[in-house]
């Protein structure tokens, strides 16, 4: 297990610009050098899903000398004509050390259903929709070695790796037209503290593609990722 995790997310206009540098290791390269000062060629990451292989910063590259992995994780799922929002979201950690062996992903179980929790101080006053439930991680779903999420989610539910959460989207404009991009906020439950929440009020963005055009209180297909990966820094190893 590995322990005391500080991150920083990568801006996303630098995430475009290691896309378009000719000066840095492409995709499929490692960051590091050999002895003689030439990139090592790996291949594509095999973990990549395909619509990402070439934007997301797969060697950590862009993040501080002393960071250890970045790491990305994306939502697929659909909301039923119940009105629950399931599928799966999957955390991809891309480490520094040469090659795609380190590389894994933790697939999270998503679980939530409709509802209004009529917020005193409403995180996200423009948010049309709004889910309750659980982000839980089975042991056959683990393929990352012990890693926890507790510094991500503000939540010491380290061992179950069970949490928690409310997510609240915003597909549509105030004026009711369909967003370009849907925002994603998600809100974990402090174990400590019940009824107590961690806001990321811009978890991700994504796309709310109703079954039926037009037709946002049916069923859709959602997808959300991140704007941009979250550099990770090891304090310690055990």
């Not at 910063?57 to 399931?86: E, P, Q, W």
């Not at 990352?144 to 380290?158: I, L, Q, S, T």
Request: proline fraction near 5%; glycine fraction near 8%.
């Amino acid at each position: 297990m590995r322990s005391s995790i500080s991150f920083a997310a990568l801006p996303v206009a630098l995430v475009s610009l290691l896309v378009a540098c000719s000066d840095k290791p492409a995709n499929g390269e490692d960051s590091l050098l050999n002895a003689d000062d030439t990139a090592v060629d790996y291949g594509d990451n095999p973990i990549v899903p395909e619509e990402f292989q070439y934007l997301w910063d797969v060697d950590a590259s862009g993040c501080a000398d002393d960071t250890d992995a970045i790491v990305y994780h994306m939502f697929t799922g659909a909301v039923n004509n119940a009105g629950k929002l399931r599928g799966e979201e999957a955390w991809y950690w891309f480490f520094k050390t040469p090659g795609w062996d380190d590389d894994c992903v933790d697939t999270f179980d998503v679980d939530t259903e409709a509802t209004d929790t009529n917020w005193a101080d409403d995180p996200c006053s423009g948010c049309d929709l709004e889910f309750s439930g659980t982000w839980d991680l089975a042991d056959e779903k683990r393929t990352c070695p012990g890693y926890d999420y507790e510094d991500f989610f503000a939540n010491d539910k380290v061992s179950a790796d069970h949490y928690n959460v409310i997510v609240m989207l915003d597909p549509l404009s105030p004026g009711g037209n369909p967003n370009q991009t849907t925002l994603v906020m998600a809100a974990f439950e402090d174990d400590d503290n019940p009824n107590s929440y961690s806001f990321n009020a811009d978890f991700a963005r994504g796309d709310y593609v109703p079954d039926v055009e037009g037709d946002y209180e049916g069923s859709a297909a959602v997808t959300w990722v991140p704007t941009a990966g979250t550099c990770v820094t090891f304090s310690s190893s055990g």
